[in-house]
C-alpha cells in the first residue's frame, strides 16, 4: 500500500512538472488594467506628465533667490604696460611705459539677487500650471485611445476563437460524414462521386479552420501589443461573449458630449497657452525691478604664496536696486504680440473645426450603431436557420433520404452564414466602441461592464 501511494505521488509529481504552465486568463477588464500598467504609450504620457510638473518648479524657482559663488584665478604670463605722461615725473612732452598689476591675481565672491516686480514671473508660472493640465489631459487622451484599442482587439480575439470552436465542430459533422459514406461506397451502397464530393466539403471546412486559427493567433498578438505584453507570452482570454442584445439609445444633448471629449479640452487649453504667450509678450513692456547684494574678496601676489596667511586680502561688497525699463527694441516685442494674437485666432478656429468635427462623428457613428443593432438581429436569425437546416439535412442523407449536394450545400452555407454572423457581431462591438468613444464616455463604459 505505501509503494502504492509513493507510486501515485511520483506520479504525480511527474505529471505536474511535464504539463506546460497555461496563461492567465484575462477578461476584459483585466487587460486593460494589464495595458495601463504596461503600455508604453502610457508610460510616455506619464513621464511627459512628470515633465510638466517639473517646468512649473522650474518656474517657481525663477522667482526664488538666486545665489552664486564665482571665483577666478589669473597667472599674467605678460603684465599689460601703460603710457604715462612725462609731466608726472617732469619730463613733459613725453611718455614712460609703465607695467601695472602684478603676475598672479585670486577672486573670489558671492552674489544674491531677487525679483521685486516682474510680470512676465507670474505669466511664465501660469503657462506653466497651463502646460501641465494638457499634459494631464493627454494622459487621459492616451489612456482612452490604450483603452480602445485593447477592447476593438479583445473583442476581435474572442469573436475568432468562438468562430474556430464553431468551425471545429462543423469539421468534426463532415468528418464523421465522409467516413459513413466511405464506408458506404465500400459496400457498393453510394458512387465514388458522393464520397469525392463531401471531401471536397471537408477540405473546404478544414481549410477554413486553418485560417481562423492563424487569424486568432495574429488577433492575439495585436492585443498583446496594445496591452504592452511580449508576444512571447501566453495567455488565455475568458470564453463568454459579450452581450449582442445591446439596445439602441436615441442620443442625448450633443453639447454635453462635446465637453466630454478630451481632445476638445486639448483645444481649449490650447487657446488659454497662446493667450498667456500673449500676456507673456506684452509683459515685456513693462519694466522689472530687482534686489542684489554681493561681496568679494581678492589677492594680487608677485609670487604664488596665496596660502600664506601673513598676506593682505582685500574685501568689498554693495547692495542696491536694479530698475530695467525697456524703451526700444526694435519693434521686435510689436511683433512678438502680433504673433501671439495670430496663434489665438488660428487655435480658435481649430477648436470650432474639433467641435464641428465631433458633431459629425456623433452623427455618423449614432448611424453605424443603429445599423449595427439592426444587422445583428437578421444574422442572428440567419444563424439558427441556416443551424436548422444544416442538422435536418445531415440527418436526412445519413438516413438515405437526402442527397448529398443538398449535403454539401447547406454545409457551405452554414459556414458563410456563421462568417457573417461573427463579422456582423464584430460590427456590432466596434460600434458600440465608436459611439461611446465620440461621446467621451469610453471609460465609463468600460468600467461599468459585468
Same mark, same amino acid.
Given at each position: 500500500?505505501?509503494?502504492?501511494?509513493?507510486?501515485?505521488?511520483?506520479?504525480?509529481?511527474?505529471?505536474?512538472?511535464?504539463?506546460?504552465?497555461?496563461?492567465?486568463?484575462?477578461?476584459?477588464?483585466?487587460?486593460?488594467?494589464?495595458?495601463?500598467?504596461?503600455?508604453?504609450?502610457?508610460?510616455?504620457?506619464?513621464?511627459?506628465?512628470?515633465?510638466?510638473?517639473?517646468?512649473?518648479?522650474?518656474?517657481?524657482?525663477?522667482?526664488?533667490?538666486?545665489?552664486?559663488?564665482?571665483?577666478?584665478?589669473?597667472?599674467?604670463?605678460?603684465?599689460?604696460?601703460?603710457?604715462?605722461?612725462?609731466?608726472?615725473?617732469?619730463?613733459?612732452?613725453?611718455?614712460?611705459?609703465?607695467?601695472?598689476?602684478?603676475?598672479?591675481?585670486?577672486?573670489?565672491?558671492?552674489?544674491?539677487?531677487?525679483?521685486?516686480?516682474?510680470?512676465?514671473?507670474?505669466?511664465?508660472?501660469?503657462?506653466?500650471?497651463?502646460?501641465?493640465?494638457?499634459?494631464?489631459?493627454?494622459?487621459?487622451?492616451?489612456?482612452?485611445?490604450?483603452?480602445?484599442?485593447?477592447?476593438?482587439?479583445?473583442?476581435?480575439?474572442?469573436?475568432?476563437?468562438?468562430?474556430?470552436?464553431?468551425? @471545429?465542430?462543423?469539421?468534426?459533422? !463532415?468528418?464523421?460524414? $465522409?467516413?459513413? #459514406? =466511405? *464506408?458506404? /461506397?465500400?459496400?457498393? &451502397?453510394?458512387?465514388?462521386?458522393?464520397?469525392?464530393?463531401? @471531401?471536397?466539403?471537408?477540405?473546404? !471546412?478544414?481549410?477554413? $479552420?486553418?485560417? #481562423? =486559427? *492563424?487569424? /486568432?493567433?495574429?488577433? &492575439?498578438?495585436?492585443?498583446?501589443?496594445?496591452?504592452?505584453?511580449?508576444?512571447?507570452?501566453?495567455?488565455?482570454?475568458?470564453?463568454?461573449?459579450?452581450?449582442?442584445?445591446?439596445?439602441?439609445?436615441?442620443?442625448?444633448?450633443?453639447?454635453?458630449?462635446?465637453?466630454?471629449?478630451?481632445?476638445?479640452?486639448?483645444?481649449?487649453?490650447?487657446?488659454?497657452?497662446?493667450?498667456?504667450?500673449?500676456?507673456?509678450?506684452?509683459?515685456?513692456?513693462?519694466?522689472?525691478?530687482?534686489?542684489?547684494?554681493?561681496?568679494?574678496?581678492?589677492?594680487?601676489?608677485?609670487?604664488?604664496?596665496?596660502?600664506?596667511?601673513?598676506?593682505?586680502?582685500?574685501?568689498?561688497?554693495?547692495?542696491?536696486?536694479?530698475?530695467?525699463?525697456?524703451?526700444?527694441?526694435?519693434?521686435?516685442?510689436?511683433?512678438?504680440?502680433?504673433?501671439?494674437?495670430?496663434?489665438?485666432?488660428?487655435?480658435?478656429?481649430?477648436?470650432?473645426?474639433?467641435?464641428?468635427?465631433?458633431?459629425?462623428?456623433?452623427?455618423?457613428?449614432?448611424?453605424?450603431?443603429?445599423?449595427?443593432?439592426?444587422?445583428?438581429?437578421?444574422?442572428?436569425?440567419?444563424?439558427?436557420?441556416?443551424?436548422?437546416?444544416?442538422?435536418?439535412?445531415?440527418?436526412?442523407?445519413?438516413?438515405?433520404?437526402?442527397?448529398?449536394?443538398?449535403?454539401?450545400?447547406?454545409?457551405?452555407?452554414?459556414?458563410?452564414?456563421?462568417?457573417?454572423?461573427?463579422?456582423?457581431?464584430?460590427?456590432?462591438?466596434?460600434?458600440?466602441?465608436?459611439?461611446?468613444?465620440?461621446?467621451?464616455?469610453?471609460?465609463?463604459?468600460?468600467?461599468?461592464?459585468?
Amino acid at each position: 500500500m505505501k509503494n502504492m501511494k509513493t507510486i501515485k505521488s511520483i506520479t504525480f509529481l511527474f505529471l505536474a512538472l511535464c504539463i506546460p504552465l497555461s496563461g492567465q486568463t484575462y477578461s476584459l477588464k483585466q487587460c486593460i488594467e494589464y495595458a495601463r500598467k504596461n503600455n508604453s504609450n502610457i508610460k510616455t504620457a506619464s513621464l511627459d506628465s512628470d515633465i510638466s510638473g517639473k517646468m512649473v518648479n522650474e518656474q517657481i524657482g525663477n522667482g526664488l533667490p538666486q545665489i552664486d559663488i564665482t571665483g577666478s584665478f589669473d597667472d599674467n604670463l605678460k603684465i599689460i604696460t601703460q603710457i604715462l605722461p612725462g609731466e608726472l615725473i617732469g619730463k613733459p612732452g613725453t611718455f614712460i611705459p609703465v607695467t601695472i598689476g602684478t603676475p598672479y591675481n585670486v577672486s573670489a565672491g558671492i552674489s544674491l539677487t531677487q525679483k521685486i516686480f516682474d510680470p512676465s514671473f507670474w505669466v511664465g508660472l501660469k503657462a506653466a500650471k497651463i502646460s501641465k493640465n494638457m499634459s494631464e489631459q493627454n494622459i487621459q487622451k492616451t489612456d482612452e485611445q490604450v483603452i480602445y484599442d485593447v477592447s476593438a482587439a479583445y473583442y476581435k480575439s474572442i469573436i475568432i476563437e468562438k468562430q474556430f470552436e464553431n468551425l @471545429k465542430i462543423i469539421l468534426a459533422s !463532415s468528418q464523421r460524414t $465522409l467516413k459513413s #459514406t =466511405e *464506408l458506404k /461506397y465500400q459496400n457498393g &451502397l453510394v458512387k465514388k462521386n458522393v464520397v469525392d464530393k463531401i @471531401k471536397v466539403s471537408y477540405n473546404a !471546412s478544414n481549410s477554413q $479552420l486553418v485560417q #481562423t =486559427e *492563424l487569424s /486568432y493567433k495574429q488577433a &492575439l498578438n495585436n492585443l498583446k501589443f496594445y496591452m504592452g505584453m511580449s508576444v512571447e507570452s501566453n495567455i488565455t482570454l475568458q470564453k463568454d461573449l459579450p452581450d449582442s442584445t445591446i439596445s439602441f439609445v436615441e442620443p442625448g444633448d450633443n453639447r454635453n458630449f462635446i465637453e466630454n471629449r478630451v481632445d476638445y479640452q486639448m483645444q481649449k487649453t490650447n487657446v488659454e497657452l497662446y493667450e498667456t504667450d500673449k500676456q507673456n509678450n506684452i509683459s515685456a513692456y513693462l519694466p522689472t525691478l530687482s534686489f542684489y547684494a554681493n561681496y568679494n574678496f581678492q589677492a594680487m601676489r608677485t609670487e604664488f604664496d596665496f596660502f600664506k596667511s601673513d598676506k593682505d586680502w582685500y574685501n568689498s561688497s554693495a547692495i542696491g536696486l536694479e530698475l530695467k525699463i525697456p524703451v526700444f527694441s526694435g519693434f521686435k516685442r510689436f511683433s512678438k504680440v502680433e504673433q501671439s494674437q495670430l496663434n489665438i485666432e488660428k487655435a480658435t478656429e481649430n477648436l470650432k473645426l474639433t467641435e464641428q468635427s465631433i458633431k459629425v462623428e456623433l452623427s455618423n457613428y449614432y448611424i453605424q450603431f443603429r445599423n449595427a443593432i439592426d444587422n445583428i438581429q437578421t444574422e442572428k436569425e440567419n444563424l439558427s436557420l441556416a443551424e436548422s437546416v444544416y442538422q435536418n439535412t445531415q440527418l436526412e442523407f445519413t438516413q438515405g433520404t437526402g442527397s448529398s449536394l443538398d449535403l454539401i450545400q447547406t454545409e457551405s452555407s452554414l459556414r458563410e452564414t456563421q462568417n457573417n454572423y461573427y463579422n456582423k457581431l464584430l460590427t456590432l462591438y466596434i460600434a458600440k466602441l465608436d459611439l461611446e468613444k465620440s461621446q467621451g464616455t469610453l471609460t465609463n463604459f468600460i468600467n461599468n461592464l459585468k
